[in-house]
């Protein structure tokens, strides 16, 4: 089939409607946790490079100032918000996103990348004596707190933002003549999958399938679209902290493209899923992940 004559125009009004259905970010406000290092860094930059309008960039760690002032005079305007706080703090995530709605007004997409490890096996025996060593409740609640709870919660204010926001303005369900009003991207993992070692950790990344799941059912009422990504080992600080030896002999053998996935590039396939209303549910972006037993 021939199109226009020539120059490019045909092709572009045959596409408009797809290019209407895409995400206008540039309307759009955001929030991202962990954004000082990894994959909410990588996420945050690639959100500001799209011309989202404004994002809270949401860290523990100081470095969350430098990195959105350096963002901030790259991009030329003042696309980052930085918030330096714990993200399982409810009065925390409250100031943020009051903070960001008074600033720029509801905020409707959320990636709630902050995550930990407390890796060791479910259950050691000392060889000793043979008594059982039982994983730590301690660090089980830790986990359960900062990898699954916070998560939730933070999707969970987003879809009430934009609820409040759309109530405001006598607006009851969505329709789809709106185009999608927001969308929430859980961060899971290969691991949800079970991995030897990583029982909390393996734990809060299926239960972000079933939050995925079932807000992806109850926040459409509000225009929110709701999906999870399972990255493969990826070259952040959490994965490094194994040591070289292990990512080379236990990890790399195992990856199709035998190396770590770049942040980066988790963050095109979270942006793809931000933008593209089409794809909906878990999205896996493991680089050939095939672990033997």
């Known amino acids: ?16 409607g ?3 259905r895409r995400m206008d970010l540039s309307t759009k406000v955001g929030v991202v946790t962990g954004a000082a290092r990894g994959i909410g860094h990588a996420t945050a930059l690639t959100l500001a490079d799209m011309g989202i309008k404004a994002i809270a960039v949401v860290d ?40 960001m709605q008074s600033l720029h ?29 039982v994983y730590s409740e301690a660090d089980w609640d830790i986990m359960m707190d900062v990898n699954l709870k916070a998560p939730i919660y933070w999707a969970l204010q987003t879809i009430a933002s934009v609820a409040e926001d759309r ?21 899971g993992s290969v691991s949800s999958a079970g991995n030897r070692g990583q029982i909390s950790y393996a734990t809060t990344k299926a239960g972000l399938e079933g939050a995925q799941g079932t807000l992806s059912r109850e926040a459409m009422y509000h225009g929110v679209r709701c999906a999870i990504i399972h990255p493969g080992f ?24 035998r190396r770590l996935i770049l942040p980066e590039e988790i963050a095109d396939a979270i942006c793809f899923l931000i933008r593209n209303a089409a794809v909906s549910g878990q999205l896996w972006a493991d680089a050939g992940w095939h672990p033997t037993a």
């Open 234 to 257: 990826t070259d952040t600080s959490m994965v490094r902290v194994l040591g070289e030896d292990y990512v080379n002999s236990r990890i790399l053998p195992q990856t199709q493209l």
């Open 105 to 133: 007004g509801p905020v409707s997409i959320c990636i709630p990348a902050a995550g930990i490890t407390r890796d060791r096996l479910a259950v050691k025996i000392d060889k000793t004596d043979g008594t059982a060593d």
């Open 167 to 187: 109530f405001s303005r006598r607006l009851g369900e969505w329709h789809p003549e709106e185009h999608v009003q927001g969308c929430i991207i859980f961060i």
């Open 18 to 20: 797809w290019h209407d």
């Open 1 to 16: 089939m021939k199109s226009g004559n020539g120059n490019g125009n045909g092709k572009r009004r045959m596409t408009a």
């Open 60 to 99: 523990q760690l100081d470095e969350v100032f430098s990195f959105a002032d350096e963002a901030n005079e790259c991009f030329e305007r003042k696309v980052m918000v930085p918030f330096k706080g714990s993200v399982t703090s409810s009065d925390f995530r409250r100031h943020v996103f009051t903070e």
